[in-house]
């Protein structure tokens, strides 16, 4: 797959370093941690983090995006068409209400706990021809052994206050150490009225959302979008919807067998859904994606890999793990 992402990696301090762990994108930064002694309950973890503000847009406050100059449009004073209008993704103009605190702080708490959804899911199975993660107990340096941990995905939402007025990330230079904002959103309170009287549902977009795109199965979509996914056919590879309209009705559609997708009208998570944390690890590891195995079993311990000797320092055992000798080839801390 091409990458939408525009990655690029940051120097390790180390430059001895097998792997990179920060990657840099237009919609979000990829940290890669990998501990000395990665267990189940330490594991290395992939973390995909979107730095985001909001901006409630109403009478009184405008739009902090120059693109959307056009979306907000204000009806003459004394006419039918009195008031502050926003338009959706299908160009019709809805009224908008103003917002009071207690709004906002409820649509903010919403979109912050959309994080869940996408956090923990998936764990990618690090490749046997990989050994970067690759650590020795004081008991595997007789055998010639190691272990092999996987990475769990996490997922980040990080609030950026709107009134540092931050430049949009595309905006930087590529060695800038400005963190910046990647989601940067208007939010809306429309209650389906248009500018000609008649009803109907607000259509939002990536940059605009209505007061109730924070209901659960609309959040976790959206953020799908944030996190560089398409509607579910598209990621399944149909043509129509990659290069036609992938807004188009039947991009929504998961196929029958299936439960009903994130990314189309349901909850459902499959393996695909881990793309972007499959693309960023190839280049944090400088490997090759599909090399890299996605489980949404996230509880996936290391397993022993013969032969194989790291390069880090041999780790000492802990006094709660049993010696090495008792342990499966599969590291499971809780067998005895």
């Known amino acids: 797959m091409a990458s939408p992402l525009n990655p690029w990696p940051l120097p390790p301090a180390n430059p001895n370093s097998p792997y990179y762990n920060i990657v840099r994108c237009d919609k979000f930064i990829s940290e890669l941690i990998v501990p000395d002694f990665a267990f189940v309950w330490n594991p290395v973890t992939l973390t995909i983090k979107i730095r985001y503000s909001l901006n409630f847009v109403d009478s009184r406050t405008k739009s902090h995006n120059p693109e959307e100059a056009w979306t907000f449009l204000e009806g003459y004073a004394g006419t039918y068409y009195e008031g502050h209008y926003a338009r959706d993704s299908n160009e019709e103009y809805f009224k908008m209400d103003d917002w009071d605190f207690n709004s906002q702080r409820t649509f903010a708490r919403k979109f912050k706990d959309g994080q869940a959804f996408w956090d923990r899911k998936f764990m990618l199975t690090t490749p046997d021809e990989y050994s970067g993660f690759d650590y020795q107990l004081l008991d595997d340096v007789k055998n010639n052994t190691s272990w092999r941990p996987n990475v769990l995905c996490r997922f980040e939402l990080i609030s950026v206050p709107n009134k540092n007025d931050i430049k949009m990330w595309n905006s930087w230079s590529h060695d800038s150490d400005n963190p910046g904002v990647h989601l940067r959103l208007d939010v809306v309170k429309t209650r389906g009225k248009k500018y000609n009287g008649t009803t109907g549902s607000f259509r939002s ?109 041999v780790v000492p055992l802990p006094a709660a793990v049993a010696p090495q000798s008792n342990l499966p080839d599969v590291f499971d801390p809780t067998r005895t």
């Open 205 to 313: 977009h990536s940059l605009l959302y209505n007061y109730d795109d924070v209901d659960e199965y609309t959040i976790w979509h959206e953020l799908g979008h944030a996190l560089g996914q398409d509607h579910i056919q598209a990621l399944l590879g149909n043509g129509a919807c990659i290069m036609g309209d992938g807004n188009a009705g039947p991009c929504y559609v998961t196929p029958e067998g299936m439960e009903p997708n994130v990314m189309g009208s349901g909850k459902g998570l499959l393996d695909l859904n881990a793309i972007p944390w499959v693309e960023l690890i190839q280049h944090h590891t400088k490997t090759i994606g599909a090399k890299w195995e996605v489980t949404q079993n996230t509880v996936m311990p290391p397993r022993k890999i013969p032969g194989v000797v790291p390069k880090k320092p």
